[in-house]
């Protein structure tokens, strides 16, 4: 590898090559020469995913999951009328906070303030089975309405991540910026 050859930071020569002017070169440590011989596309726009563990309060990253086009984010527990008798959203709200968590309310109003262009809320309670039983997926539907809610995407914005779940996230167009 490049560091073996006497590179200490081999990716400051990714940094150069890229940037080379058209005719431009680079000579690896190894005597390898590149020149750049042809117009090469312009980048193309990244895709932004922010992951967040044990949430009470992410303000502190906020700024750098400004418009992220993915936002994973937990929602511990929630309060679910007709389910749950002994509580209330205030109560519930409460207690995951005091525990370092999140509701799918929370992780909404999170992704409304960073401008999150799809949510997916992880890290349920033991109390939500999540297993394909008709019950559990009728309250993961009512979770991700909650987060849905108070984030102000669509319903085809928000999801309740199961295992292996595979979500495909849209190429932004240049346009798009």
Do not use: C
Request: charged share 25%; glycine share 8%.
């Amino acid at each position: 590898g490049l560091r073996e050859a006497g590179m200490k930071i081999p990716m400051k020569a990714m940094a150069i090559v890229k940037n080379l002017p058209l005719g431009g070169s680079f000579t690896f440590p190894d005597g390898t020469v590149l020149t750049q011989s042809e117009v090469v596309e312009p980048p193309r726009p990244g895709r932004k995913v922010v992951i967040l563990g044990d949430t009470a309060d992410a303000r502190a990253i906020a700024g750098l999951a400004e418009g992220t086009d993915l936002l994973v984010h937990e929602a511990t527990n929630t309060f679910l009328p007709g389910i749950d008798k002994d509580s209330n959203t205030h109560l519930v709200a409460k207690d995951a906070k005091a525990h370092g968590h999140s509701t799918p309310f929370i992780a909404g109003e999170f992704a409304r303030r960073i401008k999150a262009r799809k949510l997916v809320i992880n890290h349920f309670s033991a109390r939500y089975k999540g297993d394909q039983s008709l019950e559990s997926m009728s309250i993961m539907s009512r979770i991700e309405g909650q987060a849905a809610k108070s984030s102000g995407l669509s319903r085809e914005e928000v999801a309740a991540a199961w295992d292996f779940m595979i979500l495909p996230i849209k190429r932004k167009e240049s346009s798009d910026i």
